[in-house]
């Protein structure tokens, strides 16, 4: 999906790093607990030279070698695809009208360059061919298996299989390439509860309102389970398999994580809603590293939405800022 992305810029742009003051990064709070820290290390500027402002919410990939990024165009014109090289746009990818795409909350791109998003406002998953034409619709509205109820986030594995945070049904589902239901990772449904609605859960495998999920390079499922606070992991067949999370805002806890990304050595990077920052976890669910606030970004400004290039750095989208931040795992501090 959106989680591979390689600028080839040269060392003089976005590999430059930063100085953190330069950037408004607060050092000592971008330093954690642990034994790593984090710094800012490139922006791109979300333009295409073309006049239409850009407020981006997303980014994705092809193949690895360009940043992806989706964005809303200004004055209700809908929605673009953008892809940038280097720090420069590189053409627009697709191009989506307001009355094909509603409200679209996440995008997941597949080896063939085909397109799927997420519309919350319709309950659906779009497929698109690689520039944007709509070539069927997934899901609908709904509490059964396949249907959707306010859908978050998206993401596609490496065997095609897609994976929905169907958030407003408390529940995460993995369908086929084609839109069967394979697997159904939600609560207990009460058959005496006669309310159109399905119940949030607290136990292991239950959620409350999952926002974010993944997929990681063993076919493991992460779910960012965002009102209880916590991250959970299935293995490939769905089977629970690891959970942590404490609310709170200092470091190592976690206040509605909102999504989750795993890099190449299996840590989970989690962007946290309620503390409005970044932070790395082992495998094993151990905290590493922590952005305690991300200062670059405006106040009343979250993030949203992360992802992962082939170096490990995490790109970050900042609407108002129309810009992609990336930020850096720090070396071991001795």
């Avoid at 509603?102 to 406002?121: K, N, R």
């Avoid at 398999?241 to 795993?262: K, M, N, W, Y």
Wanted: aromatic share 6%; with cysteine.
């Amino acid at each position: 999906m959106k989680n591979v992305l390689n600028d080839d810029a040269p060392a003089s742009s976005l590999r430059a790093p930063i100085p953190e003051s330069a950037r408004g990064f607060d050092s000592k709070r971008s330093v954690s607990p642990s034994t790593h820290h984090a710094i800012l290390v490139g922006e791109v500027a979300i333009e295409a030279g073309d006049g239409r402002k850009r407020t981006p919410f997303s980014v994705a990939s092809t193949s690895g070698d360009a940043l992806i990024v989706f964005s809303q165009l200004g004055d209700n014109q809908g929605w673009v695809l953008d892809r940038f090289r280097a720090g420069a746009h590189a053409g627009v990818v697709a191009t989506f009208s307001p009355d094909v795409l509603l409200q679209p909350t996440g995008v997941a791109i597949a080896e063939d360059e085909s397109l799927y998003v997420v519309d919350a406002d319709r309950c659906v998953v779009l497929k698109c061919s690689p520039t944007g034409e709509v070539l069927e619709t997934l899901g609908s509205e709904g509490t059964d298996e396949g249907q959707l109820l306010g859908p978050r986030d998206i993401d596609i594995g490496r065997d095609g299989r897609i994976i929905v945070a169907d958030s407003e049904n408390h529940r995460v589902q993995i369908w086929s390439p084609t839109g069967d239901v394979l697997l159904c990772l939600a609560a207990e449904v009460n058959e005496d509860d006669e309310s159109r609605f399905l119940q949030s859960g607290q136990a292991t495998g239950e959620f409350f309102r999952p926002l974010g999920v993944t997929f990681d390079s063993s076919g493991r499922t992460w779910v960012a389970d965002t009102n209880n606070h916590r991250i959970q992991r299935f293995s490939a067949d769905g089977q629970f398999d690891l959970a942590f999370g404490i609310e709170g805002t200092t470091a190592g806890h976690l206040q509605f994580p909102i999504d989750v990304r795993v890099d190449h050595s299996g840590r989970a990077v989690i962007a946290d809603l309620g503390g409005k920052r970044l932070q790395w976890f082992s495998p094993s669910g151990q905290l590493e590293c922590a952005i305690v606030a991300l200062e670059a970004i405006p106040e009343h400004t979250h993030v949203a939405d992360v992802a992962i290039d082939d170096d490990g750095d995490v790109c970050i989208p900042v609407g108002p800022l129309a810009r992609v931040f990336r930020v850096r795992r720090g070396e071991a501090i001795r």
